[in-house]
């Protein structure tokens, strides 16, 4: 039966309508994607650090990990700072989750001047910590312990703490405090790089979803844990 010209028009309307959500949903998955691979190098980098001992030795007995590939700070002394990783948790036989994304905002940088940038990769001790990162945004050293890992051959971290931090400088300053930041679900990458709405418990803990494009990152996470 042939559409009189209202109905066309409303369709022609709802078509035009879905126009900037599909290419919203599409920026989304981009973007996922290019985290994801970014989360590996970063992994690789800060995982073959030497001085970081304590990071390869408590990720054999981690329940899970995030990969921040890039904390930004700009401005001088004092300003907002933050990016987005991705959570993967391990399962049983260390078969580790596809990723889940987290934001981390407002990192203490020190008293260094400039435009700053870290890789961050951050040790989940603790059932503790993986629940609280399940149900609400979580605030290091708030809702949750955390200290820096050790740097130096031979280090061991403290592992009764519920997150153990490590960072990686690509620019000039010194360290990279988290303790104080707060790490939130990133509904908008999850359900974009999943293609359809899901929660972080669907992604690492029921894991009704999978994606293929993060196997390259599980298995580098799932051979350095071995």
């Not at 290019?34 to 990720?59: C, W």
């Not at 002394?77 to 905002?105: E, H, K």
């Amino acid at each position: 039966m042939a559409l009189n010209r209202r109905d066309t028009l409303l369709a022609i309307a709802a078509v035009a309508a879905a126009m900037p959500m599909k290419a919203a949903w599409a920026a989304d998955a981009d973007e996922a994607n290019g985290i994801v691979d970014k989360a590996r190098v970063t992994f690789d980098n800060v995982i073959k650090t030497k001085e970081f001992d304590s990071l390869r030795a408590g990720l054999k007995s981690a329940k899970g990990v995030l990969i921040y590939p890039e904390i930004l700070k700009a401005g001088f002394f004092l300003g907002g700072s933050g990016g987005t990783g991705v959570l993967m948790v391990r399962g049983s036989g260390n078969d580790w989750s596809d990723p889940a994304f987290y934001t981390m905002g407002a990192v203490s940088f020190g008293l260094q001047f400039g435009g700053q940038a870290a890789e961050v990769v951050i040790l989940i001790n603790t059932q503790k910590g993986i629940d609280g990162l399940m149900t609400s945004a979580v605030k290091l050293g708030g809702d949750a312990s955390v200290a820096a890992g050790p740097v130096g051959v031979g280090q061991a971290a403290d592992v009764t703490v519920d997150f153990v931090s490590y960072s990686k400088a690509k620019g000039a300053f010194i360290g990279v405090n988290v303790e104080g930041s707060v790490l939130d679900v990133r509904d908008t990458l999850n359900n974009a790089y999943y293609g359809k709405k899901v929660t972080p418990i669907d992604i690492v803990s029921k894991r009704t979803v999978s994606n293929k494009h993060s196997a390259g990152l599980r298995a580098a996470v799932a051979a350095a844990s071995k």
